[in-house]
Protein backbone atom coordinates (compact mmCIF):
# COMPACT_ATOMS: atom_id res chain seq x y z
CA UNK A 1 0.00 0.00 0.00
CA UNK A 2 1.24 3.42 -0.65
CA UNK A 3 2.80 5.23 2.29
CA UNK A 4 0.08 8.50 1.57
CA UNK A 5 -2.57 6.07 1.75
CA UNK A 6 -1.44 4.45 4.52
CA UNK A 7 -1.24 7.30 6.58
CA UNK A 8 -4.86 8.47 5.54
CA UNK A 9 -5.84 4.84 6.42
CA UNK A 10 -4.54 4.80 9.86
CA UNK A 11 -6.35 8.66 10.33
CA UNK A 12 -9.74 7.32 9.14
CA UNK A 13 -9.34 4.46 11.91
CA UNK A 14 -7.35 5.71 14.51
CA UNK A 15 -9.58 8.78 15.04
CA UNK A 16 -13.20 8.53 13.36
CA UNK A 17 -16.52 7.49 15.21
CA UNK A 18 -15.92 3.69 14.97
CA UNK A 19 -13.07 3.14 17.19
CA UNK A 20 -14.45 6.25 19.32
CA UNK A 21 -17.68 4.91 19.74
CA UNK A 22 -16.13 1.63 20.75
CA UNK A 23 -13.80 2.80 23.30
CA UNK A 24 -16.43 5.36 25.02
CA UNK A 25 -18.80 2.48 24.82
CA UNK A 26 -16.43 -0.24 26.68
CA UNK A 27 -15.66 3.04 29.01
CA UNK A 28 -18.97 3.50 29.85
CA UNK A 29 -20.11 0.01 30.50
CA UNK A 30 -16.93 -1.86 31.66
CA UNK A 31 -15.88 -0.34 34.99
CA UNK A 32 -19.33 -1.27 36.57
CA UNK A 33 -18.55 -5.17 35.58
CA UNK A 34 -15.57 -6.68 37.55
CA UNK A 35 -15.58 -9.51 35.34
CA UNK A 36 -15.31 -9.25 31.50
CA UNK A 37 -15.61 -12.31 29.02
CA UNK A 38 -15.32 -12.37 25.48
CA UNK A 39 -16.99 -14.73 23.03
CA UNK A 40 -14.77 -15.32 20.42
CA UNK A 41 -16.15 -17.57 16.67
CA UNK A 42 -12.69 -16.83 15.34
CA UNK A 43 -14.88 -14.66 12.42
CA UNK A 44 -14.10 -11.46 11.37
CA UNK A 45 -16.54 -9.30 13.72
CA UNK A 46 -15.67 -11.20 17.09
CA UNK A 47 -11.75 -11.39 15.93
CA UNK A 48 -11.55 -7.38 15.48
CA UNK A 49 -13.53 -7.19 18.67
CA UNK A 50 -11.49 -9.61 20.93
CA UNK A 51 -7.71 -8.32 19.01
CA UNK A 52 -9.08 -4.15 19.43
CA UNK A 53 -10.36 -4.39 23.35
CA UNK A 54 -6.58 -6.08 24.41
CA UNK A 55 -4.70 -3.59 22.25
CA UNK A 56 -6.99 -0.64 23.99
CA UNK A 57 -6.03 -2.00 27.39
CA UNK A 58 -2.65 -2.67 26.83
CA UNK A 59 -2.06 0.80 25.79
CA UNK A 60 -3.56 2.31 28.63
CA UNK A 61 -6.56 3.57 27.22
CA UNK A 62 -9.31 1.24 28.76
CA UNK A 63 -8.66 0.15 32.38
CA UNK A 64 -8.28 -3.59 32.67
CA UNK A 65 -10.82 -5.58 34.77
CA UNK A 66 -10.18 -7.66 37.43
CA UNK A 67 -10.47 -11.43 35.11
CA UNK A 68 -10.57 -11.55 31.51
CA UNK A 69 -11.95 -14.65 29.78
CA UNK A 70 -11.82 -15.47 26.53
CA UNK A 71 -14.70 -18.35 25.09
CA UNK A 72 -13.07 -19.85 22.12
CA UNK A 73 -16.06 -21.59 20.04
CA UNK A 74 -14.83 -24.28 18.39
CA UNK A 75 -17.52 -26.09 16.76
CA UNK A 76 -15.10 -28.72 14.73
CA UNK A 77 -16.87 -27.22 11.41
CA UNK A 78 -15.15 -24.24 10.72
CA UNK A 79 -13.92 -23.24 6.95
CA UNK A 80 -9.60 -24.53 7.29
CA UNK A 81 -8.67 -21.14 6.97
CA UNK A 82 -10.51 -19.68 9.77
CA UNK A 83 -9.63 -22.58 12.00
CA UNK A 84 -5.76 -21.85 11.17
CA UNK A 85 -5.95 -18.36 11.97
CA UNK A 86 -7.85 -19.11 15.48
CA UNK A 87 -5.18 -21.56 16.45
CA UNK A 88 -2.41 -18.81 15.59
CA UNK A 89 -4.14 -15.88 17.33
CA UNK A 90 -5.01 -18.36 20.54
CA UNK A 91 -0.93 -19.31 20.89
CA UNK A 92 -0.68 -15.42 20.61
CA UNK A 93 -2.96 -14.98 23.20
CA UNK A 94 -0.56 -16.85 25.66
CA UNK A 95 1.31 -13.90 25.85
CA UNK A 96 -0.94 -11.98 28.33
CA UNK A 97 -1.05 -13.67 31.64
CA UNK A 98 -3.99 -11.63 33.04
CA UNK A 99 -6.16 -13.41 30.17
CA UNK A 100 -7.47 -16.62 30.01
CA UNK A 101 -8.32 -18.54 27.30
CA UNK A 102 -11.38 -21.28 26.92
CA UNK A 103 -11.49 -23.28 24.06
CA UNK A 104 -15.66 -24.42 24.29
CA UNK A 105 -16.80 -27.56 22.42
CA UNK A 106 -20.14 -29.49 22.64
CA UNK A 107 -20.35 -32.50 24.31
CA UNK A 108 -19.44 -34.89 22.20
CA UNK A 109 -22.93 -36.67 21.54
CA UNK A 110 -23.82 -33.10 20.79
CA UNK A 111 -20.87 -32.66 18.02
CA UNK A 112 -22.73 -31.88 14.66
CA UNK A 113 -21.86 -34.98 12.50
CA UNK A 114 -22.24 -37.33 15.70
CA UNK A 115 -25.68 -36.16 16.05
CA UNK A 116 -26.69 -36.43 12.89
CA UNK A 117 -24.54 -40.02 12.32
CA UNK A 118 -24.96 -41.50 15.08
CA UNK A 119 -28.35 -40.66 16.64
CA UNK A 120 -29.84 -40.09 13.85
CA UNK A 121 -31.24 -36.63 13.68
CA UNK A 122 -31.47 -35.13 9.92
CA UNK A 123 -28.57 -32.38 9.18
CA UNK A 124 -30.82 -28.78 10.66
CA UNK A 125 -32.90 -26.57 7.99
CA UNK A 126 -34.31 -23.24 8.11
CA UNK A 127 -38.01 -24.44 7.76
CA UNK A 128 -38.39 -26.86 11.19
CA UNK A 129 -35.22 -27.88 12.46
CA UNK A 130 -32.74 -25.33 12.87
CA UNK A 131 -31.10 -26.90 15.40
CA UNK A 132 -27.33 -26.40 14.71
CA UNK A 133 -26.35 -22.93 16.35
CA UNK A 134 -27.48 -23.43 19.68
CA UNK A 135 -26.38 -26.81 20.07
CA UNK A 136 -22.71 -26.46 19.36
CA UNK A 137 -21.98 -22.90 19.63
CA UNK A 138 -24.52 -21.10 21.89
CA UNK A 139 -25.54 -23.61 24.33
CA UNK A 140 -22.04 -24.82 25.00
CA UNK A 141 -20.96 -21.55 25.59
CA UNK A 142 -23.44 -20.92 28.03
CA UNK A 143 -22.86 -23.86 29.73
CA UNK A 144 -18.77 -23.24 30.46
CA UNK A 145 -19.75 -19.40 31.49
CA UNK A 146 -22.33 -21.05 34.18
CA UNK A 147 -19.36 -23.60 35.28
CA UNK A 148 -16.53 -20.87 35.43
CA UNK A 149 -18.82 -18.51 37.80
CA UNK A 150 -19.72 -21.40 39.86
CA UNK A 151 -16.30 -22.63 40.02
CA UNK A 152 -14.43 -19.78 40.41
CA UNK A 153 -16.86 -17.93 42.51
CA UNK A 154 -16.06 -14.60 41.22
CA UNK A 155 -18.17 -11.60 43.07
CA UNK A 156 -19.78 -9.07 41.23
CA UNK A 157 -21.61 -8.69 37.85
CA UNK A 158 -19.84 -9.70 34.55
CA UNK A 159 -19.87 -8.22 31.19
CA UNK A 160 -19.97 -10.52 28.07
CA UNK A 161 -18.58 -9.13 24.87
CA UNK A 162 -19.47 -9.96 21.43
CA UNK A 163 -18.61 -8.71 18.17
CA UNK A 164 -22.08 -8.37 17.00
CA UNK A 165 -22.38 -6.09 14.53
CA UNK A 166 -25.39 -4.05 12.70
CA UNK A 167 -25.43 -4.97 8.84
CA UNK A 168 -23.92 -8.13 8.79
CA UNK A 169 -27.43 -9.94 8.58
CA UNK A 170 -30.73 -8.80 7.85
CA UNK A 171 -32.17 -11.10 10.51
CA UNK A 172 -29.67 -10.24 13.36
CA UNK A 173 -30.21 -6.27 12.21
CA UNK A 174 -34.49 -7.33 13.10
CA UNK A 175 -33.87 -9.04 16.63
CA UNK A 176 -31.61 -6.03 17.46
CA UNK A 177 -34.30 -3.88 16.84
CA UNK A 178 -36.85 -5.67 18.57
CA UNK A 179 -34.09 -6.27 22.05
CA UNK A 180 -33.48 -2.73 22.29
CA UNK A 181 -36.44 -1.81 24.47
CA UNK A 182 -35.98 -4.92 26.71
CA UNK A 183 -33.79 -6.28 29.76
CA UNK A 184 -32.38 -2.75 29.80
CA UNK A 185 -30.83 -2.79 26.48
CA UNK A 186 -29.33 0.43 24.92
CA UNK A 187 -28.23 1.09 21.67
CA UNK A 188 -26.20 4.44 21.78
CA UNK A 189 -22.70 3.41 22.60
CA UNK A 190 -23.00 -0.22 21.32
CA UNK A 191 -25.58 -3.03 21.98
CA UNK A 192 -26.06 -3.17 26.20
CA UNK A 193 -28.46 -5.66 27.66
CA UNK A 194 -28.25 -6.67 31.26
CA UNK A 195 -28.94 -10.67 30.85
CA UNK A 196 -28.11 -13.43 28.56
CA UNK A 197 -30.86 -14.70 27.52
CA UNK A 198 -29.20 -18.30 26.42
CA UNK A 199 -27.80 -19.29 29.92
CA UNK A 200 -31.05 -19.11 31.94
CA UNK A 201 -29.49 -20.55 35.01
CA UNK A 202 -26.96 -17.16 35.61
CA UNK A 203 -29.79 -14.67 34.54
CA UNK A 204 -28.88 -11.39 36.26
CA UNK A 205 -25.56 -11.94 36.74
CA UNK A 206 -23.87 -11.68 33.29
CA UNK A 207 -24.84 -8.26 31.01
CA UNK A 208 -23.93 -8.58 26.94
CA UNK A 209 -22.08 -5.54 25.42
CA UNK A 210 -21.45 -4.98 21.49
CA UNK A 211 -18.71 -2.57 21.62
CA UNK A 212 -18.48 -2.72 17.53
CA UNK A 213 -22.21 -2.53 16.56
CA UNK A 214 -22.09 0.27 14.50
CA UNK A 215 -18.60 -0.48 12.47
CA UNK A 216 -19.13 -0.56 8.77
CA UNK A 217 -17.41 -4.10 7.29
CA UNK A 218 -14.11 -1.54 5.90
CA UNK A 219 -13.41 -0.68 9.64
CA UNK A 220 -13.21 -4.22 10.32
CA UNK A 221 -11.04 -5.24 7.48
CA UNK A 222 -8.88 -1.78 8.02
CA UNK A 223 -8.57 -3.25 11.59
CA UNK A 224 -7.77 -6.51 11.14
CA UNK A 225 -5.58 -6.03 7.70
CA UNK A 226 -3.77 -3.22 7.90
CA UNK A 227 -3.23 -2.42 11.72
CA UNK A 228 -4.24 -5.37 14.30
CA UNK A 229 -0.89 -6.98 12.46
CA UNK A 230 1.67 -3.93 13.18
CA UNK A 231 3.99 -4.15 16.51
CA UNK A 232 2.20 -1.28 17.71
CA UNK A 233 -1.54 -2.54 17.60
CA UNK A 234 -0.43 -6.04 19.32
CA UNK A 235 0.94 -8.23 15.98
CA UNK A 236 -1.83 -10.30 16.02
CA UNK A 237 -2.10 -12.78 13.22
CA UNK A 238 -4.93 -11.53 11.18
CA UNK A 239 -4.48 -11.45 7.94
CA UNK A 240 -5.12 -15.09 7.54
CA UNK A 241 -8.81 -14.41 8.16
CA UNK A 242 -9.17 -12.61 5.23
CA UNK A 243 -8.30 -15.84 3.81
CA UNK A 244 -11.32 -17.06 4.49
CA UNK A 245 -13.55 -14.07 3.52
CA UNK A 246 -11.97 -13.83 0.19
CA UNK A 247 -8.42 -12.79 0.42
CA UNK A 248 -7.36 -9.33 -1.28
CA UNK A 249 -11.01 -9.26 -2.43
CA UNK A 250 -12.39 -9.64 1.13
CA UNK A 251 -13.99 -6.05 2.06
CA UNK A 252 -15.47 -5.91 -1.83
CA UNK A 253 -17.07 -9.66 -1.62
CA UNK A 254 -18.71 -8.91 1.98
CA UNK A 255 -19.31 -12.09 2.62
CA UNK A 256 -20.32 -14.21 5.35
CA UNK A 257 -18.80 -17.36 6.76
CA UNK A 258 -20.55 -20.07 8.42
CA UNK A 259 -19.62 -24.28 9.39
CA UNK A 260 -17.87 -26.19 5.98
CA UNK A 261 -21.10 -26.98 3.93
CA UNK A 262 -23.67 -25.42 6.07
CA UNK A 263 -27.23 -27.35 5.34
CA UNK A 264 -28.60 -23.79 6.01
CA UNK A 265 -27.26 -21.94 3.50
CA UNK A 266 -28.80 -22.42 -0.17
CA UNK A 267 -24.97 -21.45 -1.95
CA UNK A 268 -21.61 -22.58 -0.04
CA UNK A 269 -20.55 -19.04 -0.92
CA UNK A 270 -17.70 -18.93 1.70
CA UNK A 271 -16.65 -22.08 0.22
CA UNK A 272 -16.10 -21.05 -3.16
CA UNK A 273 -14.49 -18.01 -2.17
CA UNK A 274 -11.69 -19.78 -0.66
CA UNK A 275 -11.52 -22.53 -3.62
CA UNK A 276 -10.79 -19.53 -5.84
CA UNK A 277 -7.38 -18.81 -4.38
CA UNK A 278 -5.17 -21.63 -5.46
CA UNK A 279 -3.26 -22.30 -2.29
CA UNK A 280 -6.76 -24.08 -0.94
CA UNK A 281 -7.64 -24.97 -4.36
CA UNK A 282 -7.50 -28.68 -2.34
CA UNK A 283 -10.42 -28.46 -0.61
CA UNK A 284 -12.58 -28.39 -3.23
CA UNK A 285 -13.42 -32.38 -2.54
CA UNK A 286 -15.50 -30.23 0.26
CA UNK A 287 -18.16 -29.75 -2.15
CA UNK A 288 -19.61 -32.75 -1.75
CA UNK A 289 -20.59 -32.01 1.51
CA UNK A 290 -23.77 -30.36 1.17
CA UNK A 291 -25.30 -33.21 -1.26
CA UNK A 292 -24.63 -35.43 1.30
CA UNK A 293 -26.58 -33.31 3.58
CA UNK A 294 -29.67 -33.03 1.32
CA UNK A 295 -29.58 -36.98 0.26
CA UNK A 296 -30.12 -37.37 4.45
CA UNK A 297 -33.24 -35.63 3.89
CA UNK A 298 -34.96 -37.51 1.18
CA UNK A 299 -37.73 -39.96 2.50
CA UNK A 300 -36.20 -42.88 1.59
CA UNK A 301 -33.31 -41.99 3.99
CA UNK A 302 -35.25 -41.29 6.98
CA UNK A 303 -38.28 -43.11 8.92
CA UNK A 304 -41.53 -42.10 9.09
CA UNK A 305 -44.88 -42.01 12.11
CA UNK A 306 -47.30 -44.36 10.80
CA UNK A 307 -50.69 -42.97 10.70
CA UNK A 308 -53.23 -42.91 14.24
CA UNK A 309 -49.90 -41.46 16.50
CA UNK A 310 -51.66 -40.52 19.74
CA UNK A 311 -50.23 -38.73 22.85
CA UNK A 312 -51.68 -38.07 26.53
CA UNK A 313 -55.00 -36.11 26.64
CA UNK A 314 -55.91 -33.88 29.27
CA UNK A 315 -58.19 -35.85 30.81
CA UNK A 316 -57.27 -39.38 33.10
CA UNK A 317 -56.30 -42.11 30.42
CA UNK A 318 -57.19 -39.80 27.20
CA UNK A 319 -55.25 -40.31 24.44
CA UNK A 320 -55.77 -37.98 21.29
CA UNK A 321 -54.00 -37.52 17.78
CA UNK A 322 -51.09 -35.61 17.05
CA UNK A 323 -51.20 -32.73 15.08
CA UNK A 324 -48.27 -33.30 13.58
CA UNK A 325 -49.35 -37.07 11.93
CA UNK A 326 -47.20 -39.34 9.78
CA UNK A 327 -44.27 -37.04 10.47
CA UNK A 328 -40.83 -37.88 9.02
CA UNK A 329 -38.44 -38.50 11.76
CA UNK A 330 -34.74 -39.90 12.15
CA UNK A 331 -31.88 -41.18 9.41
CA UNK A 332 -31.90 -44.91 8.98
CA UNK A 333 -28.84 -47.12 9.91
CA UNK A 334 -27.99 -47.14 6.15
CA UNK A 335 -28.26 -44.31 5.13
CA UNK A 336 -26.11 -43.12 8.54
CA UNK A 337 -23.52 -45.72 6.99
CA UNK A 338 -23.29 -44.34 3.87
CA UNK A 339 -23.01 -40.68 4.87
CA UNK A 340 -20.16 -41.81 7.02
CA UNK A 341 -18.17 -43.18 4.51
CA UNK A 342 -19.04 -40.48 2.26
CA UNK A 343 -17.59 -37.78 4.29
CA UNK A 344 -14.67 -39.87 5.59
CA UNK A 345 -13.52 -40.48 2.22
CA UNK A 346 -14.09 -36.67 1.23
CA UNK A 347 -11.65 -36.29 3.95
CA UNK A 348 -9.41 -38.59 3.28
CA UNK A 349 -8.74 -37.36 -0.61
CA UNK A 350 -8.57 -33.35 0.97
CA UNK A 351 -5.58 -34.95 3.54
CA UNK A 352 -3.70 -36.90 0.79
CA UNK A 353 -3.69 -33.43 -1.36
CA UNK A 354 -2.79 -31.55 1.43
CA UNK A 355 0.15 -33.88 2.35
CA UNK A 356 1.09 -34.02 -1.47
CA UNK A 357 1.40 -30.14 -1.15
CA UNK A 358 2.81 -29.40 2.04
CA UNK A 359 -0.61 -27.68 2.90
CA UNK A 360 -2.63 -27.68 6.66
CA UNK A 361 -5.01 -31.23 6.64
CA UNK A 362 -9.03 -31.30 7.03
CA UNK A 363 -9.56 -32.39 10.79
CA UNK A 364 -13.39 -32.45 10.08
CA UNK A 365 -14.00 -35.74 11.43
CA UNK A 366 -11.89 -37.00 13.85
CA UNK A 367 -10.81 -40.86 15.50
CA UNK A 368 -13.19 -40.18 18.38
CA UNK A 369 -15.97 -38.56 16.43
CA UNK A 370 -15.90 -42.10 13.90
CA UNK A 371 -15.74 -44.50 16.83
CA UNK A 372 -18.62 -43.00 18.55
CA UNK A 373 -20.95 -43.24 15.43
CA UNK A 374 -20.06 -46.48 14.78
CA UNK A 375 -20.91 -47.50 19.01
CA UNK A 376 -24.29 -45.50 18.42
CA UNK A 377 -24.76 -47.46 15.21
CA UNK A 378 -23.99 -50.51 16.62
CA UNK A 379 -26.05 -49.62 20.08
CA UNK A 380 -29.42 -49.09 17.68
CA UNK A 381 -29.62 -45.67 18.91
CA UNK A 382 -32.48 -43.29 17.52
CA UNK A 383 -34.32 -40.20 18.90
CA UNK A 384 -36.61 -39.62 21.36
CA UNK A 385 -40.02 -41.49 20.40
CA UNK A 386 -38.47 -43.40 17.97
CA UNK A 387 -37.72 -47.35 18.08
CA UNK A 388 -36.49 -47.95 14.92
CA UNK A 389 -39.66 -50.09 13.75
CA UNK A 390 -40.97 -47.40 11.78
CA UNK A 391 -41.37 -47.49 7.97
CA UNK A 392 -39.11 -45.36 5.61
CA UNK A 393 -40.59 -42.42 4.78
CA UNK A 394 -41.45 -43.73 1.29
CA UNK A 395 -43.58 -46.10 1.96
CA UNK A 396 -47.24 -45.38 1.21
CA UNK A 397 -49.08 -44.83 4.59
CA UNK A 398 -52.49 -45.10 6.10
CA UNK A 399 -53.84 -41.53 6.21
CA UNK A 400 -55.64 -40.08 9.12
CA UNK A 401 -58.60 -38.08 8.57
CA UNK A 402 -60.09 -35.04 11.01
CA UNK A 403 -62.70 -36.93 12.45
CA UNK A 404 -59.75 -39.82 13.91
CA UNK A 405 -60.49 -42.16 10.95
CA UNK A 406 -57.65 -44.19 9.30
CA UNK A 407 -58.24 -45.29 5.89
CA UNK A 408 -55.55 -46.55 3.03
CA UNK A 409 -53.83 -43.43 1.46
CA UNK A 410 -54.29 -43.30 -2.66
CA UNK A 411 -50.47 -42.60 -4.25
Known amino acids: MRPDLFAAGAQRLVYDDAVAFTLASLQSYGPTHPHWCIAWSGGKDSTATLTLVIHLIETGQLARPE ?131 EARGIRGRIATLAPILHWRVCNVWDWLKIFAPMPAYGGWATRGIADAYGGDDAEDLNSRTGCIGCPLASKDVALDIVLAMPAWAYLAPLKRLKPIYRALRLPRNRLRKPGGETRKGKRKGERVLVKNQQRMGPLTFEARLWALGEILAIQAEVNAAADAQGRPRLNLLNAEEEARIRHLIAAGTWPDRWDGDEPTADTPLDAVFPDGSIQPLLV
Open 67 to 197: TLTVYYADTRQELTPLALAAAEIMAQLARFPWIRLRVVTAPLDKRFLVYILGRGVPPPNNNTLRWCTRQIKVDPMAAAIEADLAERELDGPVLMITGVRQGESAMRDRRIEMSCSKDGAECGQGWYQRVLP
